[in-house]
């Protein structure tokens, strides 16, 4: 992970004493550990502040800790993104198996990250595909920590619900949640 800018963590807050204590003491270092966890879901898939504590994490709780720790130290360049991106084999190694059995070419799928001085930081994404992401991003909006449960989920859903309509494919909702379900499986079996 390339190093874009650094800042001493303010041990005055719950989030950078957390780090602290695990003898991380900037957000360089910060950035660098979460890297390196397992991706995973925690128990509590809105609590970010598990990630430390399970050593494991998605991008929503990996992104949105990271997010907190830097609102903790008044870093206003740091922003945490939501994204709806066409989820396919080739950005998203893992599941083109799944998606062939279900005869789709890709599914839109919610990804958590984050910019720092407008460039995109994704401490989940571990393989170094030429084909990344953010070339099939559809929509993309700002949001807070507390925002990666629900909020997210709901949004997900609705994007969904309309991107169904607009392809005509015969899937209902609940199918192609499973089939979504089935690559982040897939996904975490690679990992």
């Given at each position: 992970m390339e190093k874009l800018f650094d800042f001493k963590l303010n041990t005055s807050y719950l989030?950078?004493?957390?780090?602290?204590?695990?003898?991380?003491?900037?957000?360089?270092?910060?950035?660098?550990?979460?890297?390196?966890?397992?991706?995973?879901?925690?128990t509590d898939r809105s609590d970010y502040n598990l990630v430390?504590?399970?050593?494991?994490?998605?991008?929503?709780?990996?992104?949105?800790?990271?997010?907190?720790?830097?609102?903790?130290?008044?870093?206003?360049?740091?922003?945490?993104?939501?994204s709806i991106y066409k989820m396919n084999g080739?950005?998203?190694?893992?599941?083109?198996?799944?998606?062939?059995?279900?005869?789709?070419?890709?599914?839109?799928?919610?990804?958590t990250y984050l910019k720092i001085e407008d460039r995109i930081v994704d401490v989940?994404?571990?393989?170094?595909?030429?084909?990344?992401?953010?070339?099939?991003?559809?929509?993309?909006?700002v949001i807070l920590p507390y925002q990666i449960g629900k909020y997210k989920i709901n949004y997900h859903q609705n994007y969904l619900k309309h991107w169904l309509k607009s392809?005509?494919?015969?899937y209902t909702l609940e199918e192609i949640w499973t089939i979504r379900e089935a690559c982040i499986n897939a996904l975490n079996q690679k990992t």
């Open positions: 989030t950078s004493k957390a780090f602290v204590d695990l003898e991380i003491s900037t957000f360089q270092s910060a950035l660098h550990y979460i890297h390196q966890l397992p991706y995973g879901r925690n430390l504590k399970e050593q494991i994490g998605t991008c929503s709780t990996k992104h949105a800790l990271l997010k907190q720790l830097a609102i903790d130290n008044k870093q206003d360049n740091v922003k945490l993104y939501l080739l950005n998203t190694s893992g599941i083109a198996s799944v998606l062939q059995q279900y005869n789709l070419d890709y599914i839109p799928e919610a990804h989940t994404r571990t393989d170094s595909s030429s084909h990344s992401f953010t070339d099939s991003i559809l929509h993309e909006e392809v005509k494919i015969t």
